[in-house]
């Protein structure tokens, strides 16, 4: 199992304050409305993040007494916090009032699932910090993370009267947070948004960075902008109602930066969760950890955050031949990553055996290893993937686990070694 919050004091600053290093005083639990450092405190005033938390490509700052941990992301659009701790979500009003003005209005977007659960504690949060908020409600799926779905959170801003000062908070997982943060990004050229993610796999991954989108009928997150977020809050202790599927879903994308980044992580990640999901934060924060180090290098994804995409130009393929209904985002992700993995080793990029370990990992989580669908059906999906430079498709390869590169190739010389593997 992974560290526990605890065993995360300290760890390894890659940023975080003024002086680059750990855990600030007390006083600012994350960003203020510039970005940079913030003066509210969370509960008791417990805080991490220097006074600018910028100048490097990323920064962790560990868990204080209280338990609770910081990673600073220092994109170009200004630095933030992404602020992990159990119990956070009954502190969303106070963080929230750091931001946005007075008066221009306070929009809550969430899906039903999410607001039955979860609805009471938000609003109470809210109240207790003197904030008003109209609440924009959609369905839960994928289904929703659409035009038409961009389309009704537009009419809702409208009713809101949400101005350009105003707020948007994204409550929900993946879909939410990507579609609230397009239409944030969009609505009246641009509004301010906190992501207030309720499921593993957009705490580790889809509320950080910035990357928004839909989906079109031509393919997945075809149709968005890069938004940086004016705060993350991950509250791990949501995910205790969390369904398994749900679950695993998320753990698929921790497996991702195992293979990726760090062998220790992937054989931890592996058995995570078998003895229950306390334990979590120390997992969410080291995710986190890595993908701010590399969104601080990489922004606008041209050069190494492409590596976070593992995996995923095939899993994107199976998600649309599955309707975006037969496989959540996961599944479809550790499907992909045992294809990319299968296809670099028969290519000779990838050591031998690293497949084997990677199908392990997944299997341990409950995870399908096999897709459904034929090369045949998936690789043409793949042409308006956005990696592809100059018709030539560029995959994300792992050298061996902890180690990946982007590699390009022609679809030619793709649907050869695909199809060798059986």
């Known amino acids: 199992m992974y560290p526990d919050m605890e065993n995360l004091t300290g760890a390894g600053a890659v940023g975080g304050g003024s002086d680059g290093g750990g855990v600030g005083g007390a006083g600012a639990a994350g960003g203020g409305p510039d970005g940079a450092g913030g003066q509210t405190g969370v509960a008791s005033g417990h805080g991490a993040g220097g006074s600018d938390g910028a100048g490097a490509a990323g920064g962790s700052a560990g868990a204080d007494a209280a338990g609770l941990a910081e990673v600073r992301v220092a994109a170009g659009g200004g630095a933030y916090s992404v602020l992990i701790c159990d119990g956070l979500l009954d502190e969303a009003g106070a963080l929230a009032a750091e931001w946005g003005q007075p008066g221009d209005g306070l929009a809550v977007v969430t899906d039903s699932n999410v607001w039955g659960r979860y609805g009471d504690r938000l609003s109470a949060a809210m109240g207790k910090a003197g904030l008003d908020f109209g609440l924009a409600m959609l369905e839960p799926g994928e289904g929703a993370k659409s035009l038409a779905g961009l389309e009704q959170l537009y009419s809702a801003f409208a009713r809101m009267r949400l101005k350009r000062g105003g707020l948007v908070v994204a409550f929900g997982g993946g879909v939410v947070?990507?579609?609230?943060?397009?239409?944030?990004?969009?609505?009246?050229?641009?509004?301010?948004?906190?992501?207030?993610?309720?499921?593993?796999?957009?705490?580790?991954?889809?509320?950080?960075?910035?990357?928004?989108?839909?989906?079109?009928?031509?393919?997945?997150?075809?149709?968005?902008?890069?938004?940086?977020?004016?705060?993350?809050?991950?509250?791990?202790?949501?995910?205790?109602?969390?369904?398994?599927?749900?679950?695993?879903?998320?753990?698929?994308?921790?497996?991702?930066?195992?293979?990726?980044?760090?062998?220790?992580?992937?054989?931890?990640?592996?058995?995570?969760?078998?003895?229950?999901?306390?334990?979590?934060?120390?997992?969410?924060?080291?995710?986190?950890?890595?993908?701010?180090?590399?969104?601080?290098?990489?922004?606008?994804?041209?050069?190494?955050?492409?590596?976070?995409?593992?995996?995923?130009?095939?899993?994107?393929?199976?998600?649309?031949?599955?309707?975006?209904?037969?496989?959540?985002?996961?599944?479809?992700?550790?499907?992909?990553?045992?294809?990319?993995?299968?296809?670099?080793?028969?290519?000779?990029?990838?050591?031998?055996?690293?497949?084997?370990?990677?199908?392990?990992?997944?299997?341990?989580?409950?995870?399908?290893?096999?897709?459904?669908?034929?090369?045949?059906?998936?690789?043409?999906?793949?042409?308006?993937?956005?990696?592809?430079?100059?018709?030539?498709?560029?995959?994300?390869?792992?050298?061996?686990?902890?180690?990946?590169?982007?590699?390009?190739?022609?679809?030619?010389?793709?649907?050869?070694?695909?199809?060798?593997?059986?």
Not at 291 to 313: Q, W, Y
Not at 399 to 414: D, K, N, Q, S, T
């Open 177 to 422: 947070g990507d579609l609230a943060g397009f239409a944030a990004a969009t609505w009246m050229r641009g509004v301010k948004y906190i992501q207030m993610p309720t499921t593993l796999l957009a705490q580790v991954d889809s509320s950080v960075g910035g990357k928004t989108a839909i989906n079109i009928n031509e393919g997945k997150n075809l149709a968005g902008v890069f938004w940086q977020p004016a705060l993350v809050i991950a509250d791990p202790g949501l995910l205790k109602s969390l369904p398994p599927r749900e679950f695993r879903c998320g753990m698929a994308e921790v497996i991702k930066y195992g293979a990726i980044r760090s062998e220790k992580l992937l054989a931890s990640a592996g058995a995570f969760g078998r003895g229950g999901k306390a334990g979590a934060a120390g997992m969410i924060w080291e995710c986190c950890r890595i993908k701010a180090e590399i969104v601080g290098k990489d922004e606008f994804d041209t050069g190494e955050r492409m590596l976070l995409n593992f995996g995923h130009s095939f899993g994107h393929a199976i998600e649309k031949l599955g309707g975006y209904s037969s496989h959540n985002h996961g599944e479809a992700v550790a499907m992909g990553m045992c294809i990319a993995a299968e296809t670099g080793e028969k290519l000779g990029l990838t050591e031998y055996g690293t497949a084997t370990k990677l199908r392990e990992a997944l299997a341990l989580q409950g995870l399908d290893t096999e897709s459904p669908y034929l090369i045949e059906e998936i690789l043409p999906q793949m042409a308006l993937d956005k990696k592809n430079r100059g018709g030539a498709m560029r995959l994300v390869m792992l050298g061996r686990i902890g180690e990946a590169f982007v590699h390009g190739m022609e679809y030619e010389e793709l649907e050869r070694t695909c199809k060798a593997r059986a």
